[in-house]
């Protein structure tokens, strides 16, 4: 397997001039988009769950900005997000419009903060984004509440009163929100309703990115209406209902409450096989379309609304968790393009994803039909 990589490595980077240079030729200077690079990303043994993953977020627009913006603020300290801050810079100032970067520093300090990460086994690309968007996110609260503390200190020092009490509640949930969460953050809604005494309890559940079973010949569209089917608790998962004071048989769905600006999608394509006790991948074909909107949202959702244009999908190829490869595809200034490493191409692919990112901009810039 490592061999075969690195062969395959060498193959590449041999022919990576002429890769370059064809996409800007098969683009055509005229068409490339302005301020827009297709940058490939070297793998460092198996590295391409992390390559693939960072790819299609540096296409998320208010995702690449936001870490872009970072990189201009004063270095508190090396972290992750430093060190993507780092890596979409200099992909952003790259002079030329096509070539390879290799990420070293982001996964050096990848494999140093989790050992999850710290070996050259095939990862799971949706672990790792979860991980990369938790992480970040806890960064930047740990910043807001240093910086928080800092002022703190000040007023204490100018009037000899503390500020402590305030900061709970309203200010604590303020706290905890960070341009993560404005990006990619929505609300799920649980309700279960009793079948003896029809009360219903509704219970709401934050989400970066939401998980959905996938099936034979389907779409995104289908898998996201199974993921909120009504599911009917009985027999040992009877529900205790607080009503009636005892199990009771009830029916449950989750919906939407509150759309993100970003919608990411896992479809669980690992499933554990019981009776093989292994893992197994599920190789169904689920198409994606180009704009999606939801329908499984709940009556009080605020956006309901949001249309999603594709940004991009990570795609697994290969048979098993632990082997494989992971491609990105995106779709960028009206251009396909598919990220394999550190080869870009131009494509007309439209395979099975395994990770679907969408994008609908916030008002007041939203699309308005003609
Ligand atoms: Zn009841």
Same mark, same amino acid.
């Given at each position: 397997?490592?061999?075969?990589?690195?062969?395959?490595?060498?193959?590449?980077?041999?022919?990576?001039?002429?890769?370059?240079?064809?996409?800007?030729?098969?683009?055509?200077?005229?068409?490339?988009?302005?301020?827009?690079?297709?940058?490939?990303?070297?793998?460092?043994?198996?590295?391409?769950?992390?390559?693939?993953?960072?790819?299609?977020?540096?296409?998320?627009?208010?995702?690449?900005?936001?870490?872009?913006?970072?990189?201009?603020?004063?270095?508190?300290?090396?972290? !992750? %997000?430093?060190?993507? =801050? /780092? @890596?979409?810079?200099?992909?952003?100032? &790259? *002079?030329?419009?096509?070539?390879?970067?290799?990420?070293?520093?982001?996964?050096?300090?990848?494999?140093?903060?989790?050992?999850?990460?710290?070996?050259?086994?095939?990862?799971?690309?949706?672990?790792?984004?979860?991980? !990369? %968007?938790?992480?970040? =996110? /806890? @960064?930047?609260?740990?910043?807001?509440? &240093? *910086?928080?503390?800092?002022?703190?200190?000040?007023?204490?020092?100018?009037?000899?009163?503390?500020?402590?009490?305030?900061?709970?509640?309203?200010?604590?949930?303020?706290?905890?929100?960070?341009?993560?969460?404005?990006?990619?953050?929505?609300?799920?809604?649980?309700?279960?309703?009793?079948?003896?005494?029809?009360?219903?309890?509704?219970?709401?559940?934050?989400?970066?990115?939401?998980?959905?079973?996938?099936?034979?010949?389907?779409s995104i569209t289908h898998c996201l209406r199974g993921f909120s089917n009504t599911e009917t608790l009985c027999s040992e998962y009877k529900y205790y209902?607080?009503?009636?004071?005892?199990?009771?048989?009830?029916?449950?769905?989750?919906?939407?409450?509150?759309?993100?600006?970003?919608?990411?999608?896992?479809?669980?394509?690992?499933?554990?096989?019981?009776?093989?006790?292994?893992?197994?991948?599920?190789?169904?074909?689920?198409?994606?379309?180009?704009?999606?909107?939801?329908?499984?949202?709940?009556?009080?959702?605020?956006?309901?609304?949001?249309?999603?244009?594709?940004?991009?999908?990570?795609?697994?190829?290969?048979?098993?968790?632990?082997?494989?490869?992971?491609?990105?595809?995106?779709?960028?200034?009206?251009?396909w393009l598919l990220f394999d490493d550190d080869i870009v191409e131009s494509t007309e692919l439209h395979p099975d994803p395994e990770l679907y990112l969408?994008?609908?901009?916030?008002?007041?810039?939203?699309?308005?039909?003609?």
């Amino acid at each position: 397997m490592e061999i075969l990589m690195t062969v395959r490595k060498i193959a590449s980077i041999c022919t990576m001039g002429a890769n370059a240079s064809a996409l800007e030729k098969e683009i055509g200077p005229e068409q490339f988009p302005v301020n827009e690079h297709y940058f490939g990303l070297v793998n460092f043994g198996n590295t391409c769950y992390c390559n693939s993953v960072l790819q299609a977020l540096y296409f998320c627009r208010p995702f690449r900005e936001k870490v872009l913006a970072y990189k201009v603020q004063p270095r508190r300290k090396e972290s !992750l %997000l430093a060190c993507l =801050a /780092d @890596l979409f810079n200099s992909i952003a100032t &790259q *002079k030329k419009k096509v070539g390879v970067i290799p990420p070293k520093k982001f996964i050096s300090r990848l494999r140093k903060e989790n050992e999850l990460f710290d070996n050259y086994m095939q990862q799971d690309a949706h672990e790792f984004l979860n991980y !990369l %968007l938790n992480t970040i =996110a /806890d @960064l930047l609260q740990e910043e807001k509440s &240093q *910086k928080r503390q800092q002022n703190g200190k000040l007023v204490q020092n100018g009037n000899g009163e503390g500020s402590e009490g305030e900061g709970e509640g309203e200010g604590a949930k303020e706290m905890q929100q960070t341009w993560v969460h404005e990006i990619f953050q929505g609300t799920l809604t649980n309700e279960t309703r009793c079948l003896n005494c029809e009360a219903v309890s509704s219970k709401d559940e934050d989400f970066l990115d939401l998980s959905v079973d996938v099936e034979q010949n389907t779409s995104i569209t289908h898998c996201l209406r199974g993921f909120s089917n009504t599911e009917t608790l009985c027999s040992e998962y009877k529900y205790y209902c607080e009503q009636c004071r005892s199990k009771q048989e009830a029916q449950k769905r989750m919906r939407v409450k509150k759309l993100p600006m970003i919608l990411a999608l896992h479809l669980k394509r690992f499933k554990y096989m019981d009776q093989l006790h292994r893992y197994t991948k599920l190789s169904y074909r689920v198409v994606f379309p180009l704009e999606l909107r939801l329908f499984n949202t709940s009556g009080d959702a605020t956006n309901p609304d949001r249309m999603y244009d594709l940004v991009a999908v990570v795609v697994h190829c290969g048979s098993g968790p632990n082997r494989g490869h992971y491609i990105t595809i995106v779709k960028s200034h009206g251009f396909w393009l598919l990220f394999d490493d550190d080869i870009v191409e131009s494509t007309e692919l439209h395979p099975d994803p395994e990770l679907y990112l969408g994008y609908d901009p916030p008002p007041p810039k939203k699309r308005r039909p003609l």
